[in-house]
């Protein structure tokens, strides 16, 4: 079954919001079957999403994921790209507002998107 990257990290951020993230006490459970289900089929961020390269549209690496960011109402609004700098030194790291990053046939794709481009942008630093 495929998924969006935004349809998943959307479905994550409601669930979320709806309060869907409770401590699960062994022996026990508190999810209901809808919400068990956009946990079966929702993306885990760890395993799918973070460190995963991301590809132009001619296939050709790009970078790799190295974050996301939620904003305060929980939403998924950007995706921290890291690009190698020389001899994979000096990783620049730039924000990509999420909708513009999609998933096809299992890879990130980044339209349009070069190393040299990617490396041109802005450098993004977290606030202290």
Do not use: C
Not at 61 to 83: E, M, N, Y
């Amino acid at each position: 079954m495929k998924h969006s990257l935004l349809t998943a990290l959307v479905a994550l951020a409601a669930f979320t919001a709806a309060g869907g993230l409770h401590a699960q006490v062994a022996g026990t459970t508190t999810l209901a079957v809808a919400q068990l289900d956009v946990v079966a089929s929702g993306w885990s961020t760890k395993r799918q999403i973070l460190g995963k390269p991301v590809y132009n549209e001619d296939g050709d690496k790009v970078g790799k994921i190295d974050d996301l960011v939620i904003a305060p109402d929980t939403a998924v609004s950007f995706v921290i790209i890291g690009a190698e700098g020389f001899v994979g030194l000096k990783r620049h790291h730039v924000a990509i507002p999420v909708e513009q990053l999609s998933e096809r046939a299992g890879r990130f794709v980044l339209p349009g998107a070069t190393k040299e481009a990617i490396k041109a942008l802005p450098s993004f630093a977290y606030a202290q």
